[in-house]
């Protein structure tokens, strides 16, 4: 078997941390471990727990993210941990006993409007995606079953999955009211179940995602690592990250940097999710990231666009 490496990724939380691997752990299923004797399931979290200061483990398809207590910072300890992880890994140790793998996944799905009418946010309290993906199509979800199983519904217009979440865009031929729960209870049983949220060899081989405009792409779950950005790109993608995305992302939609033009000061996105189409969306990106932007870089952005939306 090959050697796993692990790489640090931060989160918007402070207190967590993803330590990624170049290899599979689990087969489409997620954990998560409050504590030393709910980590029975999993040797590795079990010995991860001996650490004083982790507070919660999350094991995923290719990442293991531990919640630490406010007694340590990351950078002290991360570089550690990251060794002592891949010193596991690679001693052939498992990672989930077969027993538990065999049971269903305790799951809750619950469902969120969001500020475009046609878009229902349904989250969960498992991770289902490291990145993002979107999906126009049955034909887009080959690779992904429960996208492609989502699509089965006729008033299903478009799915896109991140981090804890489904956002799914609908056809205007019924009402939220008619359909949200048959939608929730569909999703909390296929997770239950154990199917797999994106085929392995998809996950392995996917490295972009096709936009709506289906020209422009856009880096899953490593944007900011996959291209070379000159010194003002790099600054609006911080900024993008540190105060945008995390509010785009509780209304069910994603936004990722498309280019910069320096000659006309503009800023070119691009809008996913519940944010594509959403009636409210220019004004969402005129009176807010617009703003955001020109004022924490004047004189170097005057204008923001969207090339999808």
Same mark, same amino acid.
Not at 19 to 47: C, G, R
């Given at each position: 078997?090959?050697?796993?490496?692990?790489?640090?990724?931060?989160?918007? @939380?402070?207190?967590?941390?993803?330590?990624?691997?170049?290899?599979?752990?689990?087969?489409?299923?997620?954990?998560? /471990?409050?504590?030393?004797?709910?980590?029975?399931?999993?040797?590795?979290?079990? #010995?991860?727990?001996?650490?004083?200061?982790?507070?919660?483990?999350?094991?995923?398809?290719?990442?293991?993210?531990?919640?630490? /207590?406010?007694?340590?910072?990351?950078?002290?300890?991360?570089?550690? %941990?990251?060794?002592?992880?891949?010193?596991? *890994? @690679?001693?052939?140790?498992?990672?989930?006993?077969?027993?538990?793998?065999s049971k269903k996944v305790p799951v809750t799905v619950y469902a969120e409007s969001t500020p475009n009418p046609g878009v229902m946010k349904y989250v969960a309290n498992k991770p *289902?995606?490291?990145?993002?993906?979107?999906?126009?199509?049955?034909?887009? &979800?080959?690779?992904?079953?429960?996208?492609?199983?989502?699509?089965? /519904?006729? /008033?299903?217009?478009?799915v896109f999955i991140s981090a804890n979440y489904i956002s799914i865009t609908k056809y205007n031929v019924v009402e939220w009211t008619e359909v949200s729960n048959e939608l929730r209870?569909?999703?909390?049983?296929?997770?239950?179940?154990?199917?797999? $949220?994106?085929?392995?060899?998809?996950?392995?081989?996917?490295?972009?995602?096709?936009?709506? =405009?289906?020209?422009?792409?856009?880096?899953?779950?490593?944007?900011?690592?996959?291209? &070379?950005?000159? =010194?003002?790109?790099?600054?609006?993608?911080?900024?993008?990250?540190?105060?945008?995305?995390?509010?785009?992302?509780?209304?069910?939609?994603?936004?990722?940097?498309?280019?910069?033009?320096?000659?006309?000061?503009? %800023?070119?996105? $691009? *809008?996913?999710?519940?944010?594509?189409?959403?009636?409210?969306?220019?004004?969402?990106?005129? @009176?807010?990231?617009?703003?955001? *932007?020109?004022?924490?870089?004047?004189?170097?952005?005057?204008?923001? #666009?969207?090339?999808?939306?």
């Open positions: 078997m090959d050697q796993f490496n692990i790489s640090v990724q931060p989160t918007n @939380n402070e207190n967590i941390v993803k330590f990624v691997t170049n290899s599979f752990l689990t087969q489409a299923k997620s954990y998560e /471990f409050s504590n030393i004797d709910q980590a029975k399931p999993s040797p590795l979290a079990q #010995e991860l727990f001996y650490l004083p200061f982790v507070k919660t483990v999350y094991i995923s398809q290719n990442f293991v993210a531990i919640e630490k /207590f406010n007694i340590v910072d990351w950078p002290s300890v991360q570089d550690e %941990v990251a060794q002592s992880i891949a010193d596991y *890994l @690679n001693s052939d140790k498992e990672v989930i006993t077969e027993e538990e793998t *289902l995606a490291d990145g993002v993906f979107e999906f126009k199509s049955i034909e887009d &979800a080959i690779e992904a079953p429960l996208a492609k199983a989502l699509f089965s /519904f006729a /008033f299903v217009k478009e209870s569909f999703i909390r049983t296929f997770i239950e179940e154990g199917k797999a $949220i994106f085929n392995d060899a998809f996950l392995q081989s996917k490295k972009e995602i096709v936009t709506a =405009n289906d020209k422009k792409k856009t880096a899953v779950s490593q944007e900011k690592n996959d291209k &070379a950005y000159n =010194n003002i790109e790099q600054e609006i993608v911080d900024i993008l990250d540190e105060y945008i995305k995390p509010a785009v992302a509780s209304d069910g939609g994603h936004i990722a940097f498309d280019s910069y033009q320096k000659d006309t000061k503009t %800023v070119h996105v $691009i *809008l996913q999710g519940a944010c594509s189409g959403c009636p409210s969306a220019t004004v969402t990106l005129k @009176n807010g990231i617009q703003t955001m *932007l020109k004022e924490m870089m004047p004189g170097r952005v005057e204008t923001v #666009e969207a090339v999808n939306g």
